[in-house]
T-cell receptor, first 119, second 112 residues
Framework: AQKVTQAQTEISVVEKEDVTLDCVYE???????LFWYKQPPSGELVFLIR??????QNEISGRYSWNFQKSTSSFNFTITASQVVDSAVYFC????????????????FGKGTKLSVKP | NAGVTQTPKFRVLKTGQSMTLLCAQD?????MYWYRQDPGMGLRLIHY???????AKGEVPDGYNVSRLKKQNFLLGLESAAPSQTSVYFC???????????FGSGTRLTVV
């Protein structure tokens, strides 16, 4: 069955530090998608990135970067030079392309990592 | 663009009361979802719909019912609310079966 594990429940850093949020997933599908969402204190869910299982290139967007490694079933998220505005809960999620158990396409979320960036 | 709109935003219910949460999307998306978010549990799928007139159970469907009579609306019903249903409820929609979701802003429900 599909599963997403975010082992870090809470992380606290000081502004300008780099921080990596870990995400490990389980799936028996060969075609799947991985996502990261941000939930700031205001509560809304903000889409950050989607990556399909055939694209293992790392991606960088400003201070954000993502490292996808199929060999270790990991999709880690790094924030460089963190800022107070990065304080939020971050969710990693998985969506399978196949219809095992009728769950095709449904987003399965990890439990989230709460990041606190202190000035 | 409104995107995905959830009503109400906040609600307090007494145990045993019923209510309906409304999710409306104006993006002509086929797929719609209801999740609940509880501390330390992430988001868990309650029910979903792959098109008008269809619904299916997710991970935690017990105690909830849904309806998708119109493509743009997805209703989540609680027939007899219980304190265990105190949660933040998120609705989402997507154009593709596999793709990024657009989420509503959430409904904070407290059952006392």
């Amino acid at each position: 069955a599909q599963k997403v594990t975010q082992a870090q429940t809470e992380i606290s850093v000081v502004e300008k530090e780099d921080v990596t949020l870990d995400c490990v997933y389980e799936t028996r599908d060969t075609t799947y998608y991985l996502f990261w969402y941000k939930q700031p204190p205001s509560g809304e869910l903000v889409f950050l990135i989607r990556r399909n299982s055939f694209d293992e290139q790392n991606e960088i967007s400003g201070r954000y970067s993502w490292n996808f490694q199929k060999s270790t079933s990991s999709f880690n998220f790094t924030i460089t030079a963190s800022q107070v505005v990065d304080s939020a809960v971050y969710f990693c999620a998985l969506s399978e392309a196949s219809n095992y158990g009728g769950s095709q396409g449904n987003l399965i979320f990890g439990k989230g990592t709460k990041l606190s960036v202190k000035p | 663009n409104a995107g995905v709109t959830q009503t109400p935003k906040f609600r307090v219910l007494k145990t045993g009361q019923s209510m309906t949460l409304l999710c409306a999307q104006d993006m002509n998306h086929e797929y719609m979802y209801w999740y609940r978010q509880d501390p330390g549990m992430g988001l868990r799928l309650i029910h979903y719909s792959v098109g008008e007139g269809t619904t299916a159970k997710g991970e935690v469907p017990d105690g909830y019912n849904v309806s998708r009579l119109k493509k743009q609306n997805f209703l989540l019903g609680l027939e007899s609310a219980a304190p265990s249903q105190t949660s933040v409820y998120f609705c989402a929609s997507s154009y593709l079966r596999i793709g990024g979701y657009t989420f509503g802003s959430g409904t904070r429900l407290t059952v006392v």
